[in-house]
C-alpha cells in the first residue's frame, strides 16, 4: 500500500482493474449469477443506509445557507455535464461507439463524488464544510434527478430505451436505506467509528457490482469488439470532458465572486462524478443492456479525475494564490 501511495496509484482503482481481470478469467453463470445479483442488492442498500448515516442534519441545514454555492456546484453536475453529453453525440460513430456514447452521456448524469471531493478539498485548503453539504446534497438530489435525466436524454439521444417504472426502483433501491440510516444515526455510530469497516463496504459493494457488470458482458461477448484503440480514444474523450468542465467550474467561481476557498469546492465537487452512486444505478437502469460498456467511460473518468484533482489540489495547497489563477488558461 505505502509503495502504490509513493507512486500515486490509486489502491481502490488497482482493486477495481483486479475485479475485472476476475470477471474476464471467472465471470457467474446461472445460478452464481443470481445469486451475485442478489448479494449486489444487498450491498449497495447497506452502503446508502451508511451514507444516510454519515451526514448530520444539522450540519446539512446550517450548510445550506450559503446556497450560490450549492447551486452552482449542482448547476456543474446536472446542468453543464448533461449539456456536454449531448454534444459528444457529434463524435459518434466515428470516435465513440453507441454504446459507449451512452455510457459518456451516462457519466455526465451522474452525481458528484463525496468522500473525494470532500478529501481534495481539504488538501488544497478549501471550505470543508461547503464541500460536505454540496457533495452529500449531490448524491441525495441525484437519487431522483440522475433517474430522470436517464429516462429523458438516454431514450430520446442515445437510442437507449430506459423504462420509466426504473425511477421507483432507483428510489426504492438507494433512496430507502439513505433514509433508513438518517433515522438511525445514534444507533449506528458505532460502525461510522470504524473507517475501515466504512470502507469496506463503500469499495465490497463497488466491486461487486463491477464483477456483475463484467461477468454479464464476457458471457454475452460484448468485449469481443472493443478495440485498444477505442479504449483509448474513450479515454482521451473523458480527458477532455474534465478539462473543459475544470476550466468552466474555476471561470464561474470567480465570476460570481467568492471567496478563494468556495472557489475550490466549486472546483472540485463540481468536476468530479461518482462511481460509488453511478455503478449502482446503472445496475438498475440498464438491465438488459450491456452495462459493462456503458460504465466502461464512468471508470475511466473516475481514475483521470483523482490524478488530475490530486495534482490540482497539491499545487492550490502550495500557492497563496487564488484558485482563479492557477488553472492553465485556454
Given at each position: ?166 425511477v421507483l426502483a432507483i428510489v426504492v433501491q438507494l433512496l430507502v436505506p439513505f433514509l433508513a440510516g438518517q433515522l438511525l444515526r445514534p444507533r449506528l455510530r458505532w460502525v ?40 483509448l480514444s474513450t479515454g482521451l474523450v473523458c480527458a477532455g470532458l474534465l478539462a473543459v468542465v475544470l476550466t468552466v467550474t474555476s471561470a464561474s467561481g470567480r465570476l460570481l ?74
Amino acid at each position: 500500500m505505502q509503495l502504490l501511495a509513493k507512486l500515486r496509484i490509486d489502491s481502490f482503482m488497482v482493486g477495481i482493474l483486479a475485479t475485472v481481470a476476475l470477471a474476464a478469467l471467472l465471470p457467474a453463470r446461472g445460478e452464481a449469477a443470481e445469486l451475485l445479483g442478489w448479494a449486489t442488492k444487498v450491498a449497495i442498500a447497506v452502503l446508502f443506509l451508511l451514507y444516510g448515516a454519515r451526514l448530520e442534519p444539522r450540519e446539512a441545514l446550517d450548510g445550506l445557507r450559503h446556497w450560490r454555492l450549492h447551486a452552482c456546484v449542482l448547476a456543474a453536475t446536472f446542468v453543464l455535464f448533461p449539456l456536454l453529453g449531448l454534444g459528444l453525440r457529434v463524435l459518434v460513430p466515428g470516435v465513440l461507439t453507441p454504446d459507449l456514447y451512452t455510457g459518456v452521456l451516462f457519466l455526465c448524469l451522474v452525481p458528484s463524488t463525496v468522500q473525494s471531493s470532500i478529501a481534495f478539498t481539504a488538501m488544497a485548503r478549501g471550505n470543508v464544510a461547503g464541500a460536505v453539504v454540496s457533495a452529500s446534497l449531490s448524491n441525495l438530489i441525484g437519487v431522483f434527478v440522475t433517474p430522470l435525466l436517464v429516462v429523458t436524454l438516454l431514450n430520446t439521444t442515445a437510442g437507449v430505451r430506459v423504462s420509466p417504472s426504473a425511477v421507483l426502483a432507483i428510489v426504492v433501491q438507494l433512496l430507502v436505506p439513505f433514509l433508513a440510516g438518517q433515522l438511525l444515526r445514534p444507533r449506528l455510530r458505532w460502525v461510522l467509528g470504524h473507517p475501515a469497516a466504512t470502507r469496506t463496504v463503500d469499495r465490497g459493494s463497488v466491486y461487486l457490482v463491477v464483477y456483475a457488470a463484467f461477468s454479464a458482458g464476457v458471457t454475452e461477448g460484448i468485449w469481443r469488439g472493443l478495440s485498444a484503440g477505442v479504449l483509448l480514444s474513450t479515454g482521451l474523450v473523458c480527458a477532455g470532458l474534465l478539462a473543459v468542465v475544470l476550466t468552466v467550474t474555476s471561470a464561474s467561481g470567480r465570476l460570481l465572486g467568492f471567496s478563494r476557498d468556495d472557489r475550490i469546492v466549486v472546483t472540485f465537487c463540481g468536476s468530479k462524478k461518482s462511481l460509488a452512486t453511478g455503478l449502482p444505478m446503472a445496475s438498475v437502469l440498464f438491465a438488459g443492456h450491456p452495462v459493462g460498456l456503458i460504465v466502461l467511460p464512468l471508470m475511466l473518468f473516475h481514475q483521470i479525475q483523482l490524478f488530475t484533482c490530486a495534482a490540482l489540489a497539491q499545487h492550490y495547497a502550495r500557492s497563496p494564490e487564488p484558485v482563479a489563477d492557477l488553472l492553465p488558461s485556454g
